[in-house]
C-alpha cells in the first residue's frame, strides 16, 4: 500500500495507566485516521510510526484497514529500502509487481515483497465494493540489504503453534519452535494469535527482542490490563513472557524483532539513510528509470506520481531515549 500524506505526522506516546502485570506494561500507541486515496475513501488506522518510537525492531510501518465495504485501487508506486508484508483477514487483494508477479493474496496467505534498491506494485481489491479487512507492514531492510535486487514472496502453508486455547500463526520469524519460511533481513517475528473463549495462556517472549500488540477483533487481557481493538501496545525488551486473557475470543497481531540500531530517513514510499538517497529514489520514479523500478504489467500509463518533497532536509527518526 503506499503513503500517500505528503507530511506524515506521527502520533503521540501515552504511558499505560498504572495495573496489570509490571512485567507487560507498556506504552499504548493511538492510531491516527490516515485517508488514502482521496475519492477512493479509504481510510486506515496507523501506529507505526509514531513520534519518539518510528520502529519496532525492523518493523517501521503499520496500517490496519477495514472491517469495511471498500474500493481498494491502489496504482503502481515505488518503493525503495524495504520489505512490504500484507497480512489480509476479510477479503482478496490482486497483486502485481514489477518483478512479474501478478497473484491473489488471501487470507491466511501473506505477500512479503522485498524492495530492496527498488520495485513497483499495484493492489486492488477483487468484487464490487467488497468487505475487506487487513494489515500492512513495512520492515526496514539493514544496510547490508538495503541494496539487493526486488524479489516477491507468497506463503500458503504457514507453520502454527497451538496450546492452551491459543493458536499462533508465524508470518515471519519463530515462535516456540514454528519457523516461517518467509525471508527476514534481521532478527523478527510477526504473527497471528487466535485466542478461544475462556483462554487463559503464557507465551514466551525473547528477552532481546522488544514486541507490540495489535488487538484486531475480540478483546484480550495482556497482563491483567485489558486492551480492545486501535490502540498498538509496546513492551521494552526484558521480559520472557506475555500473559494472555481472552473471556470471548479475540484475534490479535503480534510483532518484535531486535532494536533496529542503524539511522533511516523515511519519506513517501522510499527508506534511505540520507536525505540524497531520497531525492535520488524521488528523481528515478519520476523520470520512469526502469533500470530501477520496472514496470508493473496491466496499467498502462497509470500510476502514483511521486508528491513535491518538503523545503527541509530530511533527516532521521530517532526515538526518545
Known amino acids: 500500500m503506499t503513503n500517500l500524506e505528503t507530511r506524515p505526522q506521527e502520533a ?5 495507566p498504572h495495573g496489570g502485570d509490571s512485567a507487560t506494561r507498556g506504552l499504548l500507541l493511538e492510531p491516527r485516521d490516515v485517508p488514502l486515496g482521496g475519492l477512493r ?5 496507523r501506529t507505526l510510526p509514531q513520534r ?16 469495511a465495504d471498500v474500493d481498494m485501487r491502489v496504482l503502481p508506486h515505488p518503493h525503495t529500502g524495504l520489505q512490504t508484508v500484507t497480512w489480509p483477514l476479510v477479503g482478496e487483494i490482486h497483486h502485481r509487481d514489477s518483478v512479474g508477479s501478478d497473484v491473489v493474496v488471501r487470507p491466511g496467505q501473506p505477500n512479503l515483497m522485498t524492495a530492496g534498491r527498488g520495485v513497483a506494485h499495484s493492489e486492488m481489491s477483487l468484487g464490487d465494493g467488497p468487505l475487506l479487512h487487513g494489515v500492512q507492514l513495512w520492515v526496514a531492510l539493514p544496510a547490508g540489504a538495503a541494496d539487493i535486487d526486488p524479489r516477491f514472496e507468497q506463503h500458503t502453508d504457514l507453520p502454527v503453534m497451538e496450546r492452551d486455547g491459543l493458536r499462533a500463526t508465524v508470518l515471519v520469524g519463530e515462535l516456540e519452535g514454528a519457523r516461517s519460511a518467509a525471508q527476514a533481513h534481521s532478527p523478527l517475528l510477526g504473527a497471528e494469535l487466535a485466542l478461544e473463549a475462556g483462554t487463559s495462556t503464557t507465551l514466551p517472549l525473547r528477552p532481546e527482542f522488544e514486541h507490540a500488540l495489535l488487538v484486531l477483533d475480540g478483546a484480550i487481557e495482556v497482563g491483567g490490563t485489558p486492551q480492545q481493538p486501535g ?8 521480559p520472557d513472557r506475555l500473559s494472555l486473557r481472552s ?3 479475540a484475534r490479535a497481531l503480534l510483532i518484535g524483532g531486535e532494536p533496529f540500531a542503524e539511522d533511516l530517513v523515511m519519506w513517501w514510499n522510499f527508506l534511505g539513510r540520507s536525505h ?8 528515478d520514479w519520476e523520470h520512469h528509470r526502469e533500470d530501477r523500478f520496472g514496470v508493473v504489467a496491466g496499467h498502462g500509463d497509470a500510476r502514483i506520481p511521486a508528491p513535491e518533497l518538503p523545503n527541509v532536509r530530511l533527516t532521521p527518526r530517532r526515538r526518545r531515549s
Open 12 to 16: 503521540e506516546l501515552h504511558p499505560e
Open 247 to 249: 473471556a470471548h475470543g
Open 231 to 238: 490502540p498498538l501496545r509496546y513492551l521494552a525488551p526484558g
Open 276 to 283: 540524497a538517497d531520497i531525492l535520488q529514489a524521488r528523481d
Open 52 to 67: 519518539g518510537l518510528p520502529m519496532v525492531g525492523a518493523w517501521c510501518f503499520l496500517d490496519e484497514f477495514g472491517p
Open 41 to 45: 475513501a479509504m481510510h486506515v488506522r
